[in-house]
């Protein structure tokens, strides 16, 4: 039973079965080991199962390292193992790139080279492959030579696909560990550890997933990957009945990379989505050199957690714009460095799965969202923890999905109050996502054209189609590659549009067919092209609208999927440059200028007729109808004549929205005000409008300030204006978006808060500085240490900075017990030497702080002992534990002398001894 030759026949069998042949196959086999194990007395030595399923599911197995092997390496590493001159025929078969696998090339090369029958064991391959792994390609030829000699061809055939990761035998991984036990891909999805999924369903702790106090069997534990629990698709029409059932939580769907944050109280370790492990680039410790996030992480955890896993986001944060960077925006966040003055990593939080030694899988949500809160300590930029908001009602709902889309967020996240956390789970799990893509007529869909495809791995089909756009039609037409898609249409679908396309299908270069079109790919060429004569048109739908040079476009559509085919569209039919430029608003808006790579496709605001909308089939379009330019005439009789000179005289003004806050001014009111003063108010901003006036950002204005073709501006501006009858120039405060012009001119007036270079500050314009240094919290944001210190060198000189900042870094308790005093005048000294300490950049905690601090002072005439001060000390620290530096009880009056001294007295004078 231990012979490799054994699951190499098992293999060979289950790929050439039927489907009930194949399962019926690996059933008995399990069946078989079962007994097999149940026949051997119990110990170490006893056989178990894992070994097997290391080699029966590779890519299952994370104890083993990659293996560094592709299908062309790998048989580079059999050419130089068997010895074979390169440039016979058999070699150049074995190295093509053919539609059969390398297994399969390889056999009749494998025939008289190695033994008819293998010697092999289980335990020998995964030693071998082991070697593999921990040597590289290097090793690759050695141990092949080793299991060349001891295998048969076809347990060679099957160690070739076992090394590419991929058996090809039509049975899903998912499957085959449910054949094993029924709870075993539970199980692994908790885990992500097939030896302790074995261990534990030997050991006979999962007979019954009712024996478990976890759902489905997950147990999470710290330094142990966990399969991340997945938001099921939500259409907008389903959310009322959700609502009517169960309470729900809505979260802003973060467009960062799925991670998890272990931490089991001394080691740190991050996951991707998908478990590889990328603790190195992050930080494994907090002193750590090299790491960019542990060092703040560490000191954001609680003072209470020992051991902890968190599920979020993370994210790319730009520290000049202090905003995240969305993901196609190109920066890969686990490549970057601590040296990057510009980007950093930000790990957003929304659950937590572990907490001090216990599981939250079985933990309902809302319980879990308390935990994350007392767990983690926010701090802008390093860690965050997802907003969240309980939902009312539906109206409720669509007010906050209709703030993200004007927040520009990818979506949203309903997530139900009693769900518990389900590894690798999707479908019924309480987590949904709504996205404006997946409602009908919210955003923009695009006409485009097939110009090519690409087969699937095998080489038998088309399953994705390359489409493109019209960059002009006559007299000579040329198309452009948008996209590559492969999502949207059902199995039937893809049969149908491969029988149609097939016969029209070119290899070769790209000319664009005997009609003399021209056709671009970019740099995404597909393995076959059709001639846009011979083509057909596919609506597409998508969430974003990307900057790619990818693509011959220069845009590409992120998530895109197919929402219909379109027969009735002919070629020159097709969406073209021009639209999707202007879909884009970047003609004008380069990414220098503040552009941004993506374009959110969304259109509109969601609308309660949503919600009840049923699903719809995609219709043509109806052509767009340019907006008309609509302007308000004064009414004589309504409104005073303008004043002579006005300070808009000649300039066009649109008024797009207003506050609301109560007692703001209304449209009629600001359009009055413009005219008032000589300038005509329109509805729709032309090149020529001087600015647009913006009481609140909404859908319509975000979208022109996007463009970055008009000044938008604060009704402030325009009121303030009003009232001083005279036309300012623009304020940074004034400003929601600036021209390029107007951007290069307030950076030559102001600096980055907006704190000008030659105008005088008053107390007013300083507070409003203040709160805009502090950006959205309104408080100012928190300098660092260096900057504390370079700022004092700069002010008060390099030699008295250091003398003012004598106790820089240090913190102090002030001793205090009901009998400690020999009187109030030693107690007022002693209080005034503390201040003296914080004034030298000591740190004072009051009695209500807790922390440990590094001095404690007693005041002249305390009577208590030093044990009974120590205990004192250790009260006020609340708990935490002692650093490397001990807390010292000292004389204040040391603080009076290190300040005569202008350097820090010896502790040793000032100790405070019985």
Not at 417 to 439: F, H, L, Q, S
Not at 658 to 685: C, F, K, M, W, Y
Request: aromatic share 8%.
């Amino acid at each position: 039973m231990e012979s490799f030759g054994v699951l190499s026949s098992l293999l060979e069998k289950v790929h050439h079965a039927q489907r009930p042949g194949k399962e019926a196959a690996l059933r008995k086999f399990f069946q078989d080991f079962e007994r097999y194990r149940q026949s051997c007395a119990e110990g170490p030595n006893r056989p178990s199962i894992h070994a097997w399923l290391r080699l029966l599911l590779p890519g299952l197995d994370r104890e083993r390292k990659a293996y560094g092997l592709r299908e062309r390496s790998l048989a580079e590493a059999y050419v130089r193992a068997l010895g074979l001159d390169r440039r016979s025929e058999d070699v150049q078969r074995l190295l093509s790139a053919a539609t059969d696998d390398l297994a399969t090339r390889l056999g009749s090369l494998l025939h008289g080279r190695c033994p008819a029958v293998g010697d092999l064991t289980v335990a020998d391959v995964n030693a071998r492959l082991d070697a593999i792994a921990d040597g590289g390609p290097t090793a690759a030829r050695t141990e092949l030579v080793q299991l060349i000699e001891r295998a048969s061809p076809l347990d060679q055939r099957w160690l070739v696909r076992i090394l590419l990761r991929n058996l090809r035998l039509a049975v899903s991984s998912r499957r085959i560990l449910q054949l094993y036990h029924p709870s075993a891909p539970t199980i692994y999805d908790g885990a992500s550890d097939l030896k302790q999924m074995v261990e534990q369903i030997e050991s006979r702790q999962a007979t019954a997933n009712e024996l478990l106090d976890e759902p489905d069997g997950a147990v999470i534990r710290p330094l142990h990957f966990v399969r991340p629990m997945l938001c099921q698709r939500l259409e907008l029409r389903q959310v009322g009945e959700l609502l009517r059932r169960d309470a729900y939580w809505l979260e802003t769907k973060m467009d960062g990379e799925r991670f998890q944050v272990h931490w089991d109280g001394e080691t740190f370790r991050y996951y991707s989505r998908n478990g590889h492990d990328y603790s190195e680039s992050f930080g494994r410790s907090a002193d750590q050199v090299g790491g960019t996030l542990t060092p703040m992480l560490a000191t954001l955890l609680a003072p209470s957690v020992r051991s902890l896993v968190l599920d979020g986001e993370m994210m790319v944060f730009d520290r000049r714009t202090l905003r995240y960077r969305d993901k196609c925006d190109g920066t890969d966040v686990k490549a970057l460095r601590p040296g990057n003055t510009q980007l950093r990593p930000c790990f957003c939080a929304y659950d937590v799965l572990h907490h001090n030694g216990r599981s939250l899988a079985g933990v309902p949500y809302a319980e879990r969202a308390r935990l994350l809160a007392e767990s983690v300590r926010e701090q802008f930029g390093f860690l965050e923890r997802c907003r969240r908001v309980r939902v009312r009602d539906p109206p409720h709902l669509l007010e906050l999905i209709n703030g993200a889309i004007d927040e520009r967020q990818e979506g949203v996240v309903l997530k139900r109050e009693d769900a518990p956390y389900r590894p690798n789970r999707r479908a019924g799990t309480g987590w949904y996502k709504i996205k404006p893509d997946y409602v009908d007529g919210l955003v923009v869909d695009f006409d485009l054209l097939v110009l090519g495809g690409f087969y699937n791995q095998r080489r038998t089909y088309v399953n994705a189609f390359l489409v493109g756009v019209a960059a002009r039609t006559t007299p000579r037409p040329e198309y452009l590659s948008v996209a590559k898609v492969s999502m949207g249409l059902g199995t039937l679908e893809w049969q149908q549009l491969n029988q149609t396309l097939r016969p029209h299908w070119r290899t070769g270069p790209v000319d664009g067919g005997d009609g003399g079109a021209v056709v671009q790919c970019g740099q995404t060429a597909p393995d076959v092209w059709i001639a846009p004569a011979d083509s057909i048109t596919l609506q597409l739908r998508g969430s974003e609208l990307v900057r790619s040079d990818s693509y011959a476009a220069g845009y590409t559509i992120r998530f895109p999927r197919i929402v219909t085919v379109r027969p009735d569209k002919l070629p020159d039919e097709v969406c073209t440059l021009d639209e999707l430029e202007q879909v884009a608003g970047s003609n004008r808006a380069a990414p220098s200028a503040g552009g941004q790579r993506a374009t959110k496709l969304a259109k509109r605001h969601v609308t309660l007729e949503d919600l009840s909308a049923p699903p719809t089939v995609s219709k043509a379009k109806a052509p767009r109808k340019r907006a008309a330019l609509v302007t308000f005439e004064r009414n004589p009789e309504q409104e005073p004549p303008p004043l002579p000179g006005g300070m808009l005289h000649g300039r066009d003004v649109c008024v797009m929205s207003v506050g609301s806050q109560p007692g703001a001014a209304t449209i009629d009111a600001l359009e009055r005000l413009v005219r008032r003063h000589g300038g005509r108010a329109v509805a729709n901003p032309t090149p020529a409008t001087y600015a647009i006036v913006a009481g609140r950002v909404t859908f319509k204005v975000r979208k022109y300030m996007e463009t970055g073709r008009w000044d938008v501006v604060r009704d402030e501006w325009l009121l303030r204006a009003g009232t001083e009858g005279r036309l300012e120039a623009f304020r940074p405060e004034d400003m929601l978006s600036a021209t390029e012009p107007t951007r290069m001119r307030l950076a030559q007036q102001y600096d980055r808060y907006g704190d000008s270079y030659t105008r005088p500050t008053t107390p007013t314009s300083f507070g409003a500085l203040l709160r805009r240094m502090g950006g959205d919290t309104g408080e100012p944001g928190r300098l660092t240490d260096r900057e504390v210190v370079r700022g004092e060198r700069m002010l008060l000189g390099v030699r008295h900075a250091t003398r003012m900042r004598l106790f820089r870094g240090l913190t102090g308790r002030l001793y205090r017990s009901a009998q400690a005093w020999d009187g109030q005048v030693a107690e007022f000294r002693a209080q005034r030497d503390m201040l003296r300490f914080v004034q030298y950049g000591g740190r004072w905690l009051r009695d209500s702080e807790p922390g440990r601090a590094r001095y404690v002072f007693v005041a002249p005439g305390a009577t208590a002992t030093v044990q009974e001060m120590e205990r004192w000390a250790d009260q006020m620290a609340h708990g935490e534990p002692a650093s490397g530096d001990d807390t010292t009880l000292l004389q204040v009056r040391w603080i009076a002398r290190s300040i005569e001294a202008g350097q820090l007295c010896d502790g040793a004078d000032f100790i405070v001894a019985d």
